[in-house]
C-alpha cells in the first residue's frame, strides 16, 4: 500500500539527520521558550469529508485508482473462477419489503402465505435459490462469496443433518437458510397434522442449528394444497416461493415458451454433486451467473424481497 504523505519516516530532504544535528535541534528547542498550543481538534481533517470537498475527493486522481484497482481486483477473481465475464451488480435491496398483490406469478389467499413464482419488479433482478442440502461442497460457498453471488437456501433435514456446519458458514456470509421439511415428502398426499410436523420441526430445527427462524418455505417437489399453506402460516411462515426456471451444471430450463429470463424471476437448483449431475457445484454457479449476466440481469437476495 502507498505510504501517506507526510508519515514516512526520512527527513524532508530525504536523507538521515545527523546525531549532533539532533543533539542540536533539541537543546536549541529547550531554549527557545514554551511551545505554541497544539491546533485544536476541531481543525483537524474529518475522517469523511462534507459536502464538495467529498465530492472533489471522490473524483481525484487517488479516488479514480482505488475505483480501477477495484474493478481490476474484480475481473481477475471472474477470470480465476472461469466466468465469461463480470456479474453485474445488484441494485440496493428496498428499504422494505414490497406488498405483494395478486398478479401473474403470485398467489394470494386471504389468511394463507402468498406463493409466489415471480418477484413482482420492473428492476433487471433475479434470485438464485438452491435446495435440499445433501452436496456441501466447499468451492461452492467460496465461489459464492468471492463473486459477491447471493443465495437463498432450502434445506431438508435429513439431508443436511450430516453437517450443519456448512449451512451455518453459508449463513455467515449473509445467504438465507430456508424451510424445506424434515424429511422432503410430498406434503400434498398428506393430512394437515402430518404437514404440520414436517413444516414446524424444520423450523425448530433450523432454528437451533442456524440462529434464525426461517421466514420462507419451499415445499418438496413444489407440491403443496391449502393445508400445506395453513400449516406453514401456524409456524411462522411469510412466504412461500417456487420458481420459473431450473438450473443444472450443463443448461438452464424454463417455464415460458420464450425460453428467457424476466424482471423478478426465480431459479430453481440443488445441492448435489458429480455422482447425481454433469458437473460440480461451481459449474453450476458458473452456469447460472453466465446465463443471468448474458441476459442483462443481476442476481439479488430473494429474502430482501419476500
Same mark, same amino acid.
Given at each position: 500500500?502507498?505510504?501517506? *504523505?507526510?508519515?514516512? @519516516?526520512?527527513?524532508?530532504?530525504?536523507?538521515?539527520?545527523?546525531?549532533?544535528?539532533?543533539?542540536?535541534?533539541?537543546?536549541?528547542?529547550?531554549?527557545? !521558550?514554551?511551545?505554541?498550543? /497544539? #491546533?485544536?481538534?476541531? &481543525? *483537524?481533517?474529518?475522517?469523511?469529508?462534507?459536502?464538495? *470537498?467529498?465530492?472533489?475527493?471522490?473524483?481525484?486522481?487517488?479516488?479514480?485508482?482505488?475505483?480501477?484497482?477495484?474493478?481490476?481486483?474484480?475481473?481477475?477473481?471472474?477470470?480465476?473462477? @472461469?466466468?465469461?465475464?463480470?456479474? =453485474?451488480? %445488484?441494485?440496493?435491496?428496498?428499504?422494505?419489503?414490497?406488498?405483494?398483490?395478486?398478479?401473474?406469478?403470485?398467489?394470494?389467499?386471504? @389468511?394463507?402465505?402468498?406463493?409466489?413464482?415471480?418477484?413482482?419488479?420492473?428492476?433487471?433482478?433475479?434470485? &438464485?435459490?438452491?435446495?435440499? !442440502?445433501?452436496?456441501?461442497?466447499?468451492?461452492?460457498?467460496?465461489?459464492? #462469496?468471492?463473486?459477491?453471488?447471493?443465495?437463498?437456501?432450502?434445506?431438508?433435514?435429513?439431508?443436511?443433518?450430516?453437517?450443519?456446519?456448512?449451512?451455518? @458458514?453459508? *449463513?455467515?456470509?449473509?445467504? %438465507?437458510? +430456508?424451510?424445506?421439511?424434515?424429511?422432503?415428502? +410430498?406434503?400434498?398426499?398428506?393430512?394437515?397434522?402430518?404437514?404440520?410436523?414436517?413444516?414446524?420441526?424444520?423450523?425448530?430445527?433450523?432454528?437451533?442449528?442456524?440462529?434464525?427462524?426461517?421466514?420462507?418455505?419451499?415445499?418438496?417437489?413444489?407440491?403443496?394444497?391449502?393445508?400445506?399453506?395453513?400449516?406453514?402460516?401456524?409456524? !411462522?411462515?411469510?412466504?412461500?416461493?417456487?420458481?420459473?426456471?431450473? /438450473?443444472?451444471?450443463?443448461?438452464?430450463?424454463?417455464?415460458?415458451?420464450?425460453?428467457?429470463?424476466?424482471?423478478?424471476?426465480?431459479?430453481?437448483?440443488?445441492?448435489?454433486?458429480?455422482?447425481?449431475?454433469?458437473?460440480?457445484?461451481?459449474? =453450476?454457479?458458473?452456469?447460472?451467473?453466465?446465463?443471468?449476466?448474458?441476459?442483462?440481469?443481476?442476481?439479488?437476495?430473494?429474502?430482501?424481497?419476500?
Amino acid at each position: 500500500m502507498a505510504a501517506v *504523505a507526510g508519515c514516512g @519516516g526520512g527527513s524532508a530532504g530525504g536523507g538521515a539527520v545527523p546525531s549532533t544535528a539532533r543533539a542540536g535541534a533539541s537543546a536549541a528547542t529547550d531554549r527557545s !521558550g514554551p511551545r505554541p498550543p /497544539a #491546533a485544536p481538534a476541531a &481543525l *483537524a481533517v474529518p475522517a469523511v469529508l462534507p459536502g464538495p *470537498a467529498r465530492a472533489e475527493e471522490e473524483t481525484s486522481g487517488e479516488a479514480v485508482a482505488r475505483r480501477a484497482e477495484a474493478a481490476r481486483a474484480a475481473l481477475e477473481t471472474a477470470r480465476r473462477w @472461469g466466468l465469461a465475464r463480470l456479474p =453485474l451488480p %445488484a441494485p440496493q435491496p428496498p428499504a422494505g419489503r414490497p406488498e405483494l398483490r395478486a398478479a401473474q406469478g403470485v398467489k394470494l389467499a386471504d @389468511g394463507l402465505p402468498p406463493v409466489v413464482y415471480r418477484v413482482p419488479t420492473e428492476q433487471p433482478i433475479v434470485f &438464485l435459490t438452491v435446495d435440499d !442440502g445433501a452436496e456441501k461442497d466447499p468451492e461452492f460457498s467460496r465461489m459464492a #462469496a468471492e463473486l459477491g453471488i447471493p443465495l437463498s437456501t432450502f434445506v431438508a433435514d435429513y439431508l443436511a443433518r450430516s453437517d450443519y456446519g456448512y449451512f451455518r @458458514g453459508l *449463513a455467515g456470509q449473509g445467504d %438465507a437458510v +430456508n424451510n424445506h421439511t424434515i424429511n422432503h415428502r +410430498n406434503l400434498k398426499v398428506l393430512d394437515y397434522a402430518t404437514q404440520r410436523d414436517e413444516i414446524c420441526r424444520q423450523q425448530d430445527q433450523l432454528e437451533g442449528q442456524i440462529g434464525s427462524r426461517p421466514r420462507l418455505f419451499r415445499p418438496p417437489y413444489g407440491e403443496y394444497n391449502e393445508d400445506t399453506l395453513r400449516a406453514a402460516g401456524s409456524c !411462522g411462515i411469510e412466504a412461500v416461493p417456487l420458481w420459473n426456471e431450473e /438450473a443444472f451444471p450443463d443448461r438452464m430450463e424454463y417455464r415460458y415458451e420464450d425460453q428467457r429470463l424476466h424482471p423478478g424471476d426465480i431459479i430453481l437448483t440443488h445441492f448435489r454433486g458429480t455422482d447425481l449431475w454433469p458437473g460440480t457445484m461451481p459449474d =453450476l454457479l458458473r452456469k447460472v451467473v453466465d446465463e443471468v449476466t448474458a441476459q442483462g440481469f443481476a442476481l439479488a437476495r430473494l429474502d430482501d424481497y419476500l
